[in-house]
């Protein structure tokens, strides 16, 4: 048999994504994202995402036939995230996931979007050298090796997954226990008087800062904090610590050193996210550390990452940017991966689970 | 033949014929759980009309009014249906759905949720039978209706907790039997009738931490 064609579809954030695979190869990763809609309010709506989802659907899924030139019958299955995410947006999803597969009498897979983060390092692309951020090419669309550790980062999760099997076995290590890591981003940008989404802007203004200029707290990483939530993360005290120190400057009348602020912020983010992933590696033994979520976008992320990888005798995997933010391609090559393996179809009367557990790998 | 969907209220599928009227209809009350049940009513709808999706002309969504989230699961479900059958989409109102058949003035009313309700009002049926929307839809305060409405007094108050996709599956092949255009209630923009705007405050800048 040869590898099962399968369309993705993803809503559990602001990007509406249909994504057509092969097996592991990539046909199609269309996205049509509402982040200017959001842009204005500081961060998402979800009202506001649900609509965009609802409009952006049809016509995405038929932009993904046309790219990977498929017609909708020659479709072995079809994928949708059933969760975790914005409950209301997942739905739109779903909804329109199920009508498609009872039109076309196609089975029916629903699976977990975090699982297809993590799935996403399996599509082997030809994508241009501009849109990889992993320094080895060759790695792109290699098999997974288990087990392997991956953290997540993005503005709507921060998650350590240690993965035994993409299709049947992911634990949860750790997660954020307040803000996602990209809405810390989103925060500190804001009092920096930067644009949404705060990621990229940071990045920018951080250039020429010095990144120990101001030493903010790094979260749950004091002895005590360590004992109970070892792979934890937590972002709102740092975020308002740097609140607190930009209000000083200002209240003495000095001007905030922008440049310093965002790196020393940005180290202090970076910092925790790997010395957490690394410290999960070194403990449960896995030489091996996967990194997915839009956050990944950041330079200083994937920098730091290599260093603290390589000085530890990890394997770092980093899926190109395209395929680390949110997108149907993932969501498709889960799916591909769970028949693959031979798993059934999901039952029809799943639901949108806004919570959904990262064990939960299919509904 | 028509498959029609409406999640308005609850979720409701059909499917339809001109001449056999309503083939298969399956509903759950349900306002929560639209997502859930979708798949499973459009699917049983279907193998009891005992017929194929091929068969079908079109696909009838119900547009609202009604809650959102629950709106959107109906409308994103017809419009993948229609693009995996390939076949025609026909946005309707799902007022309409209620007042079809009616012979005198009709106020319909349905819940908007947060002490709010949808209205509409029509002055009764034309030659074809279908209803003659005179007003709205529109979204008023609960307990408003009386002063939002011209002529309250002269209308019977139809306040529906279910909107049968049988009777907006029917409504949409009379409308279609006697040539008129489906669009009218959409300014030639078929989205969902939401009347409400998304509930979003604007960032006013950032807070201050320290007192
Ligand atoms: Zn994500």
């Known amino acids: 048999m040869s590898a099962p064609l399968v369309l993705g579809i993803e809503s559990s954030c602001d990007e509406t994504g249909i994504g057509i695979v092969r097996g592991t190869e990539l046909l199609a990763n269309v996205i049509s994202s509402s982040m200017d809609q959001h842009a204005r309010y500081g961060g998402v709506v979800p009202e506001v995402a649900a609509r965009a989802h609802l409009e952006a659907m049809v016509p995405a899924i038929e932009q993904a036939l046309s790219e990977a030139d498929v017609t909708l019958a020659e479709l072995d299955a079809i994928a949708v995230t059933s969760g975790p995410g914005l409950a209301g947006a997942l739905m739109v999803g779903v909804g329109a996931a199920k009508a498609l597969a009872v039109a076309l009498d196609k089975p029916l897979y629903a699976v977990n979007h975090l699982v297809g983060h993590v799935g996403a390092d399996l599509i082997r692309t030809d994508l241009t050298s501009t849109d990889l951020s992993s320094t080895d090419l060759t790695r792109n669309g290699e098999p997974l090796e288990y087990p392997t550790i991956a953290l997540l980062v993005s503005g709507g999760h921060t998650s350590l997954l240690l993965v035994r099997d993409l299709v049947s076995d992911v634990e949860l290590l750790g997660e954020t226990i307040d803000d996602a890591a990209g809405e810390a981003f989103d925060k500190v940008a804001r009092l920096l008087g930067l644009p949404y989404p705060g990621g990229p802007h940071i990045d920018r203004v951080a250039v020429g800062g010095d990144p120990k200029a101001i030493r903010f707290p790094r979260g749950l990483s ?142 | ?147 939002a409405v011209d002529g309250f007094a002269g209308y019977r108050l139809l306040e529906a907790a279910t909107v049968s996709a049988g009777a907006l599956g029917m409504l949409a092949e009379t409308m279609f039997a006697n040539g008129r255009a489906f669009d009218d209630a959409f300014d030639g923009r078929p989205g969902a009738l939401y009347l409400r705007s998304p509930d979003v405050t604007m960032s006013s800048g950032p807070k201050r931490v320290t007192s």
């Open chain 1, 222 to 363: 004091l002895p005590k904090d360590m004992e109970k939530h070892r792979y934890d993360f937590s972002f709102s005290g740092l975020k308002t610590a740097v609140a607190r120190w930009v209000e000083r400057e200002q209240d003495a009348g000095s001007e905030v050193p922008v440049a310093d602020v965002a790196a020393s912020f940005r180290e202090a983010v970076v910092d925790v996210l790997l010395t957490k992933a690394v410290a999960a590696c070194t403990d449960l033994g896995v030489p091996r550390l996967l990194l997915g979520g839009g956050v990944v976008a950041n330079a200083r992320v994937r920098e730091l990452a290599a260093e603290r990888c390589v000085a530890a005798g990890i394997r770092l995997r980093i899926p190109p940017l395209s395929l680390c933010t949110d997108n149907g391609a993932m969501i498709a090559a889960l799916g591909a991966q769970l028949i693959m393996a031979g798993h059934a179809p999901s039952t029809l009367d799943f639901g949108a689970d806004s919570t959904l557990p990262v064990t939960t790998i299919q509904v």
């Open chain 2, 1 to 147: 033949m028509l498959l029609a969907i409406d999640t308005s209220a609850g979720t409701s599928v059909a499917v339809v014929d001109r001449e056999g009227g309503i083939l298969a209809e399956h509903s759950s009350d349900d306002t929560r759980r639209h997502a859930e049940v979708i798949g499973t009513l459009i699917a049983r709808s279907i193998a009891d009309a005992g017929i194929e999706v091929a068969d079908l002309s079109g696909v009838v969504a119900g547009m609202g009014p009604g809650p959102f989230t629950g709106l959107r699961v109906g409308i994103a479900a017809a419009r993948a249906f229609a693009l995996g059958a390939g076949k025609l989409i026909i946005p309707a109102v799902s007022h309409d759905a209620i007042a079809f058949g009616c012979t005198a003035p009709t106020l319909v009313a349905t819940d908007a949720r947060r002490r709010e309700v949808y209205w509409s009002t029509y002055s009764g049926s034309d030659a074809a039978g279908l209803p003659i929307r005179t007003n709205g839809p529109g979204l008023v305060r609960v307990g408003e209706l009386e002063t």
